[in-house]
């Protein structure tokens, strides 16, 4: 018996130096194969070790210092459904990795006003998204939190380093959560300046997106107030004769509004849903006497990579190189060493 003690407390032992080693090795496992851009090295060459962000708290108002990949993590889980296959959400941490390594003072970003010391922000409609691991099992529940947190870290590790660039230079990843099947859109018909690797491109797989709908519905004087204070002029009373409710002055080739008129007041598409708080300019409407009906399929602004079409394309046994390239157009992968 105590031989036998004596055995188990040894390979006990064994294993407490062994795994430590295993897991960091293992942590550095990447997908490989691509070219790589210089990283967080001293002036000799040799690696300084992971970068550390510093990242704004808008919940708490605290700057928080973690490491890249680390941050990864809580962004990946904020932004696509943790249900989501492996190369989506693989995808989905290039992308979001490209977004924070372009705006980290450690590759040459100025640092923004908004932001004070942090180098980016956990609200999503400036940054990207992030969740703590308090948020997360909140979220997903003690049970679900554990596969959860576990695929989502191994999709940042097996894509560790790993950013996207066109033409030598890191891109703007943006990306949405629904295009509703009708394709993503030309960067300038959205934002009015063209982007050479943000090009509308098709996107049939989003069969497995729910249907993302959105319906306001309100009489002609609360319409017409909404557009007016989006606009930031004053409300013109609604007339007998007054100009057609609303018309699309003109859609993209996706069929998305760029341009409406709301009782004669000029609007873009993307003002109008941000008036109406609807998920996206791809709108349809209807009139029934006094009561004016709104519809959006779809959810965000529709360029670049669109996330459940992303889910589509793994489905179909596309991987995130596939899904990237199909959805930035000209792009490339390059790894950054750290």
């Keep these: 018996m105590k031989r036998i003690l004596a055995l188990l407390s040894g390979v006990f032992f064994i294993c407490l130096l062994v795994m430590p080693v295993w ?14 851009m210089p990283g967080n090295r001293d002036k000799t060459g040799e690696s300084l070790g992971e970068p550390v962000v510093r990242v704004l708290d808008t919940g708490t108002g605290k700057v928080i210092n973690m ?25 989905q941490a290039v992308a979001a990795r490209t977004y924070i390594v372009r705006r980290m003072f450690l590759f040459g970003a100025k640092p923004d006003e908004a932001h004070g010391d942090a180098e980016i922000c956990t609200d999503p409609t400036h940054c990207q998204a992030w969740h703590s691991s308090d948020e997360l099992r909140e979220k997903w529940g003690l049970v679900k939190y554990w596969r959860y947190y576990d695929k989502i870290k191994t999709a940042v590790r097996l894509t560790r380093g790993l950013v996207i660039t066109h033409g030598g ?17 030309n960067s300038g018909d959205v934002w009015s300046r063209e982007t050479p690797y943000l090009k509308g491109v098709d996107c049939p797989l989003e069969y497995k997106a729910p249907e993302h709908t959105c319906t306001v519905e309100m009489e002609p004087e609360q ?5 007016a204070a989006k606009k930031g002029i004053t409300a013109v009373p609604v007339a007998a004769g007054n100009a057609v409710p ?43 006497g006094r009561t004016i009906r709104i519809t959006s399929f779809g959810k965000g602004h529709a360029v670049g990579m669109c996330q459940y079409g992303a889910n589509g394309m793994a489905l179909k046994g596309n991987d995130f190189r596939d899904i990237i390239t199909h959805y930035y157009t000209g792009v490339k992968l390059q790894k950054i060493k750290y």
Excluded at 69 to 79: I, K, N, Q
Excluded at 174 to 179: E, S, T
Excluded at 223 to 227: P, R
């Design 246 to 288: 609303v018309a699309a002055i003109s859609r993209s080739p996706a069929g998305r509004i760029i341009k409406a008129s709301i009782y004669g007041i000029s609007v873009t598409g993307t003002e109008l849903r941000q008036a109406l708080g609807l998920t996206s300019t791809f709108l349809a409407w209807e009139i029934s």
């Design 223 to 227: 319409l017409i107030e909404a557009v």
């Design 23 to 36: 897991i960091v090795a293992g942590a550095g496992e990447s997908a490989g194969g691509q070219d790589s």
């Design 169 to 185: 230079t890191l891109i703007d990843p943006v990306y949405h959560g629904a295009c509703g099947g009708k394709g993503t859109e």
């Design 67 to 91: 490491f890249l990949e680390e941050y990864l993590v809580g962004v990946v889980a904020a932004e696509m459904p943790a249900e989501f296959e492996l190369d989506a959400l693989k995808a």
